[in-house]
Nanobody, 118 residues
Framework: QVQLVESGGGLVQAGGSLRLSCAAS????????VGWFRQAPGKEREFVAA????????SYSDSVKGRFTMARDSAKNTVYLQMNSLKPEDTALYYC???????????WGQGTQVTVSS
């Protein structure tokens, strides 16, 4: 069973950058879609970005498009979310999730907190 561990969260000022990492163990991302989601206090979890199958395609929510970039390092079995020009509204618990492409996200990490101060 795939296990995911996120890292890289922290406190940053508005306009700053962070890079989140999601490392997989017990399996690989090969053939899987990997997504990032976030949940702010009092709000529902929302989609942030995804990288599909072997990394040829990426998808982003409108709220992060142009500021966030997702990448995959297959050799390290890790995916990254580079977050630039951060805004206070990006503050949330960020989760990594994965699953066979087209079959949703059955595997989730525990999350990493991102806090952006104004």
């Amino acid at each position: 069973q795939v296990q995911l561990v996120e890292s890289g969260g922290g406190l940053v000022q508005a306009g700053g950058s962070l890079r989140l990492s999601c490392a997989a163990s017990g399996g690989t991302f090969s053939g899987y879609t990997v997504g990032w989601f976030r949940q702010a206090p009092g709000k529902e979890r929302e989609f942030v970005a995804a990288i599909i199958s072997n990394g040829d395609k990426t998808s982003y929510s409108d709220s992060v498009k142009g500021r966030f970039t997702m990448a995959r390092d297959s050799a390290k079995n890790t995916v990254y979310l580079q977050m630039n020009s951060l805004k206070p509204e990006d503050t949330a618990l960020y989760y990594c999730a994965t699953g066979p492409s087209g079959r949703g996200y059955p595997y989730w990490g525990q999350g990493t907190q991102v806090t952006v101060s104004s």
